[in-house]
């Protein structure tokens, strides 16, 4: 069994016969003593013997009690040590300074022995219950570290898992339709790339990031030889594959994402004006991760080869952006992602 800590006190007099009174009073309490006879000399004991309380005069040369007191409560490492004051003096204005200097308590000289030992007793037992929260509030700190770490843990873990899918159901679409291969990964780094530029916060650039990955995945319920169909697309062609939006978001509902990928992937071929689709939205009724992506997925589609066009390039597809800004796309997106494409970060197609 683990010996109890017996408590210890620091003594400050610069009259010894006064310093032997108070330890001959205390000396059968259990108590481990230290004394001082001046201000400097307990200031350095307190700090290296660390009492449980110290017992200091006011009256003494060099350095006053009040001005011992002032320093210990400016230390970090003495603070929180109780100070009681004995003193001859017993007027308001010195109790009411001792008490701004940070003391706890007065005892009034000559001292009463009985009422000397239970103010003694009693401010050790409150000092040892406030060790005893401290301690506790510190081991209950850690666990709480402990425990945050292991949900971080966890929290990335299924993140990466997450991520995981994601990248699954791109490979899938991107199988199935090998015209589009890594079509989807470039206009995500776009997006991501044109979030960073606006200065979108990285949860909004993440998510612009994930969705762009897969914003394409509502073409598996396409059937292939649509998605590979040379030469222009007919008006019925055209309107099947437009359903890839509404398939995307519906595949996605499954899942418990962090983002929302469903909502930006049906908007991502919303257009400002209302003359997108699915659902014709318009202006800020679309959300700036759609805005963004949809001028992203532009820009790459047009710099690439398609089975129904050659390739555009890049020049072409920002002039097809710019001439439509604040028409069809986000004026802000579109300067930065010329921004994006004039530093030459992201490599598209030429």
Request: glycine share 6%; hydrophobic share 40%; aromatic share 4%.
């Amino acid at each position: 069994m683990e010996e109890t800590k017996k408590p210890r006190i620091l003594i400050v007099n610069d009259n010894d016969s006064e310093l032997r009174l108070m330890k001959a009073l205390l000396k059968n309490e259990g108590y481990v003593f230290e004394t001082a006879g001046n201000g400097p000399e307990a200031i350095g004991k307190a700090g290296s013997f660390m009492p449980d309380l110290i017992l200091l005069d006011i009256l003494m040369p060099e350095m006053d009690g009040f001005e011992v007191c002032r320093k210990l409560k400016e230390n970090p490492e003495t603070r929180y040590i109780p100070v009681v004051f004995v003193t001859v003096l017993e007027d308001k204005e010195t109790r009411l300074h001792g008490l701004e200097c940070g003391a706890v308590d007065f005892i009034t000289k000559p001292i009463d022995r009985i009422e000397f030992k239970m103010r003694v007793r009693n401010i050790l037992k409150i000092k040892e219950f406030e060790d005893f929260l401290k301690q506790h509030a510190e081991i209950l700190r850690k666990e709480v570290d402990r425990q945050t770490r292991r949900l971080q843990e966890a929290v990335e873990k299924l993140q990466k898992t997450t991520e995981d899918v994601i990248q699954m159901m791109a490979k899938m679409s991107e199988i199935r339709d090998p015209y589009t291969s890594g079509h989807q990964r470039k206009v995500a780094e776009l997006a991501e790339a044109i979030a960073v530029e606006l200065g979108l916060d990285k949860d909004t650039a993440k998510s612009i990031l994930m969705t762009g990955i897969i914003h394409d995945v509502g073409k598996i319920a396409i059937p292939i030889e649509l998605l590979t169909k040379p030469g222009k697309l007919t008006d019925m062609v055209f309107e099947i594959i437009k359903t890839h939006c509404r398939e995307g978001a519906d595949l996605v509902k499954g899942f418990d994402l962090p983002w929302p990928v469903a909502d930006i992937l049906i908007q991502h071929h919303e257009r400002l004006n209302g003359s997108g689709y699915p659902e014709g939205l318009k202006g800020d009724a679309i959300r700036i991760e759609a805005r963004i992506l949809a001028v992203a997925d532009v820009v790459e589609a047009m710099s690439s080869h398609r089975p129904y066009r050659p390739a555009l390039g890049v020049e072409r597809a920002m002039k097809e952006i710019k001439e439509n800004k604040n028409v069809l796309y986000d004026p802000e997106v579109v300067d930065a992602c010329e921004k994006v494409i004039r530093k030459g970060t992201i490599r598209l197609n030429s």
